[in-house]
């Protein structure tokens, strides 16, 4: 099915509420609204495969733009609302943009960037006067346009490592905008989700990310409700899975600890009887903090792993990870391969690159170079993350490539000494990485955020060091401890350790 079905068969259904405000759209609003914006990208030029950024918080108006955009073939940019000008810019300049849709929220940055020579129209709701993204939209047709077809989404990397990266979108299998994707069948089938209409879905993430934006427009197509959180709130999440009776939801590990962390009697407070479905990925889970949330939600917890990528996904159910505990679950697209340095393939057991063979191969947008680094001789492709296989097929995750520490010659996967810190009562968030040292080339550094700053001290840093140390070998233990009241970390759970890095490779060089 097709929310154009339903704008017609169950037109005053809720679309999307807004978990804070209450503000509310019906699949006929959102099915009108999407036809004016149709008309109007038509009016700008906009043919089928011409791009369009979208920098917009959390809001009604970001799923009629998805589809509008999923009706007139064109290419959906969303952006995250946490880059700079210049990051926005180059991003609206690298996927060829025609046209940014945004909110007054970002006047600031629009401002900057047509400062410096942005020369794309721009459409900004909530302006005043005539200019303004509902007076420009209300004076066209809410009908549909002649010559609809499905379009895409491009969605960049998040840049934690680097510049963001355009993932080249696959052409539609079939234009028809009412086609069925095979998401549909992946969410009905491999996560239960109802196909009867009845879901209530809580999205608490931001709409420019992957997994929200795919997901709740899979509710979308199978008539259900989607309920988006204006910003993620440990307590909120838990309100609104009361107030508005949710049964499926999409998580990842942040949101979890931070609910975790939340006083018992808090924790308590609310009736979560209608959660049938909570799924989670984005980064790799700590165990303690998977089997605390499957004690206490029970076992609806799904786990998957995936990438903007689209060339492959695991899943595993709670009974399965609880007897493979740590695992991301057994390949339900693609073929799994771990593969060595010499790009031949590890044994069972045996840590290596995690390679998908799959039919959905993908390319880097304008970066040759970067494909050809996520792309096997034999064709297979790789999000960058290192991982082994159990004899029974279950995938278990080590870490990313490019957050190696390389201490005196020994390879430091920082994902096992972050784990075990976030799960200390007074750790809130932690990032280990490894900065520059003259004599082991790289020494080990946990930033770390207490639950407290008060806490902060050598007191805390002993207290953490005799816990790491109980757990893990001499040379994993950090050098160095720095206590922060926030990390750089993105909305979707990921940490820019980029700017950790550079911070530290900074102050090296002011040594030097």
Aim: glycine share 8%.
């Amino acid at each position: 099915m097709h929310p154009i079905t339903y704008a017609k068969t169950r037109p005053d259904h809720p679309a999307v509420i807004m978990a804070g405000s209450g503000d509310t759209i019906t699949y006929r609003q959102m099915d009108e609204a999407a036809n004016r914006i149709a008309h109007f990208l038509r009016s700008q030029g906009l043919a089928a495969g011409d791009a369009f950024g979208l920098l917009m918080e959390n809001c009604v108006h970001y799923h009629e733009l998805l589809w509008a955009s999923q009706r007139t073939g064109t290419v959906l940019v969303p952006i995250s609302t946490h880059l700079t000008a210049s990051e926005v810019a180059y991003i609206l300049d690298d996927s060829d943009a025609r046209l940014l849709v945004t909110t007054t929220k970002f006047d600031g940055l629009v401002n900057q960037m047509q400062a410096d020579g942005l020369d794309i129209p721009v459409l900004a709701y909530g302006a005043a006067g005539d200019g303004s993204a509902e007076a420009v939209l209300a004076a066209q047709p809410a009908t549909p346009i002649t010559d609809q077809s499905a379009g895409r989404v491009m969605l960049y990397s998040s840049g934690t490592t680097g510049r963001p990266k355009g993932i080249v979108p696959a052409p539609p299998a079939d234009p028809d905008v009412q086609a069925v994707v095979p998401l549909m069948t992946l969410a009905t089938q491999g996560f239960q989700i109802a196909d009867d209409g009845s879901s209530v879905y809580l999205s608490p993430a931001p709409m420019y990310h992957a997994a929200p934006l795919s997901w709740s427009s899979c509710i979308h197509r199978l008539g259900g409700t989607v309920v988006l959180m204006e910003k993620f709130d440990p307590e909120g999440a838990l309100a609104a899975i009361e107030k508005f009776r949710i049964t499926d939801s999409q998580w990842v590990p942040t949101h979890f600890l931070r609910m975790l962390k939340l006083p018992e009697e808090v924790r308590n407070r609310y009736d979560l009887s209608s959660h049938r479905h909570a799924i989670h990925a984005a980064a790799p889970c700590p165990v303690d903090t998977k089997r605390a949330m499957i004690d206490w939600w029970g076992p609806i917890i799904f786990e998957y792993y995936a990438g903007s990528e689209g060339n492959g996904m695991t899943m595993v159910a709670s009974p399965d990870w609880m007897t493979h505990q740590g695992t991301v679950g057994r390949a339900i697209l693609g073929t799994l391969h771990i593969c060595k340095d010499d790009d031949e393939e590890a044994a069972v057991g045996e840590e290596g690159v995690v390679f998908f063979e799959s039919p959905y191969p993908f390319a880097y947008h304008k970066d040759e170079d970067k494909t050809a680094d996520a792309t096997h001789p034999r064709g297979w492709t790789t999000l960058g993350d290192i991982g082994k296989l159990d004899e029974d097929g279950f995938l278990y995750l080590t870490d990313r490539r490019s957050n190696m520490i390389i201490s005196g010659g020994v390879n430091i996967y920082p994902q096992e000494i972050e784990n075990l810190l976030v799960t200390h009562e007074k750790v809130l968030d932690a990032a280990v990485i490894g900065a520059p040292d003259p004599d082991m080339g790289e020494k080990v550094v946990a930033v770390v955020q207490p639950v407290d700053m008060d806490l902060a001290g050598d007191a805390l840093e002993q207290e953490l060091m005799a816990h790491l140390a109980a757990n893990l070998s001499r040379l994993k233990l950090p050098r160095l401890f720095d206590f922060r009241p926030e990390l750089p970390r993105e909305a979707n759970g990921k940490l820019y350790k980029r700017k950790l890095k550079e911070e530290y490779k900074a102050a090296a060089l002011k040594e030097a």
